[in-house]
């Protein structure tokens, strides 16, 4: 079990004096269930189901009330009912039964502690007349962040050493080697264990490939026709290739399909959460809103599995910077990757910000703190070539911004070319999940 971050999240929600059940989502082959079964080690007692399975999904599907089904959960696992129990209901999209359920569990049975997980749940809801909105909570998984790929990888001095603000200078190199080696390999449990195992980069050849044929695999599960099967995979096989580019949705990666064929397609696999669709803002304040008359940005589930399309595996094991690679969008998705995985709210998405007048200007990404919007930028180089971040601190009310490069941490003094004065935060990339920790610090 490759320690996750969330764990600290579950512990909180099983403390809680009002707890609701739980529902996690997240991408298949996040490690939803990995977690969950971890958890479940701090319970006296635990019960498993999963939805998928015939056997399982029929004790919810005949059950008459919530008390019948309290009953038969326990019987069939030959448990006793305690408080200290932990009901796991996996691919709970699989019954729509199971799913009305959630709410009995919070208003009959509170004291039960109940988690579920589905990764098509989304798709599930828009056949289910009711959902247990209010008498649920969320939690939303990615793919291992780069904290969780250095324990899973067995570097727990790196892991402890990543959250000392300010990073230490000698930790440098160490850190940015091994981020560079997680931007290569990617978050995705199954390819780390793999990779901390062999340490081969042709054995995950295989691993990749099984894992997005699986996600092909699942799209007739929520496709309603044909054609939109068809259009689906297209979009799916050509996102990673895609991924960090502004998009147009017709004749998406060469194809004859239309607009609104490619935009249903695209938002079909966003509930899946393999992929994002990025809007700009084109505000300075808070709260940002997404423009969508405006072209998004494609952001994809994983840059291991990016880098596996691009087939760059030469190229990544020779540059020093992550940003020389495919014009930046290595580096740029992977720093996205970062800061969207810390983030458990399912409605959470990155944003970036263009000008309301023209698309020539564009900062990389916004990130809300207290009442401020602070534009962070992925990019190398010298700060003078940062004329985007300047232009947008030219128009907002405060005077902070972040760099992420391949360089070491440093805070200065710097103006705009119109003379503002502001403090840029230049941080290395694999700080990327500690933005919000060094922008505290610069400003208290």
């Known amino acids: 079990m490759i320690p996750r971050h969330a764990i600290s999240y579950l512990t909180s929600w099983k403390s809680k004096a009002e707890r609701k059940p739980l529902v996690i989502r997240g991408a298949r082959q996040v490690g939803k269930t990995t977690l969950v079964k971890s958890f479940a080690e701090t319970y006296d007692q635990f019960l498993y189901f999963n939805l998928d399975l015939e056997e399982d999904r029929s004790i919810f599907d005949s059950a008459k009330n919530i008390k019948d089904l309290i009953q038969v959960l326990f019987l069939s696992r030959q448990k006793v009912v305690t408080e200290s129990s ?49 008498r649920v909570e969320y939690l939303t998984i990615y793919p291992l962040n780069f904290r969780e790929f250095l324990l899973g990888t067995n570097k727990q001095e790196s892991a402890d050493i990543l959250n000392e603000v300010p990073i230490p200078d000698f930790a440098h190199e160490v850190l940015k080697n091994s981020f560079h080696e997680y931007a290569m390999i990617g978050g995705m ?7 901390n195992e062999h340490g081969d980069l042709t054995r995950l050849q295989s691993t990749y490939q099984s894992i997005l044929q699986g996600y092909m695999d699942d799209v007739p599960r929520y496709a309603s026709t044909r054609n939109e099967a068809q259009v689906i995979q297209h979009v799916l096989q050509n996102a990673p290739q895609h991924a960090e580019s502004r998009i147009t949705f017709q004749n998406f990666a060469g194809s004859s399909y239309r607009a609104r064929e490619v935009g249903e397609a ?7 959460r393999l992929l994002y669709l990025l809007y700009p803002s084109t505000q300075v304040i808070p709260p940002p809103i997404p423009n969508k008359r405006k072209k998004p940005r494609l952001q994809f589930l994983d840059t291991g599995l990016m880098v596996k399309a691009l087939n760059i595996y030469p190229k990544m094991l020779t540059t020093d910077d992550l940003n020389h690679l495919t014009r930046g969008r290595i580096a740029q998705h992977i720093v996205g990757q970062e800061i969207q995985a810390i983030h458990y709210e399912p409605s959470y998405l990155n944003m970036f910000w263009t000008r309301e007048t023209s698309s020539d200007a564009e900062v990389d990404f916004l990130i809300e703190y207290q009442n401020m919007l602070v534009p962070v930028e992925v990019k190398s ?21 972040v760099r992420l490069y391949a360089g070491n941490y440093l805070q200065q003094r710097v103006r705009t070319l119109k003379g503002k004065e502001f403090t840029l935060i230049n941080l290395p990339y694999y700080l990327a999940g500690k933005i919000e920790a060094y922008i505290q610090r610069a400003t208290s």
């Open 381 to 401: 180089g010298k700060a003078g070539r940062l004329r985007s971040l300047y232009e947008f601190i030219d128009r907002c009310h405060h005077d902070i911004a």
């Open 86 to 134: 932990l009901i796991f209901i996996d691919e709970i999209q699989e019954s729509g039964k199971a799913i009305r359920f959630l709410r009995y569990f919070h208003e009959e049975y509170p004291q039960l502690h109940v988690i579920a997980a589905g990764s098509l749940l989304e798709h599930a809801l828009k056949d289910l007349r009711s959902f247990p909105v209010g």
């Open 266 to 272: 695209f938002r079909s696999l966003q509930k899946t």
């Open 189 to 195: 449990p199954e390819v780390v264990r793999n990779y």
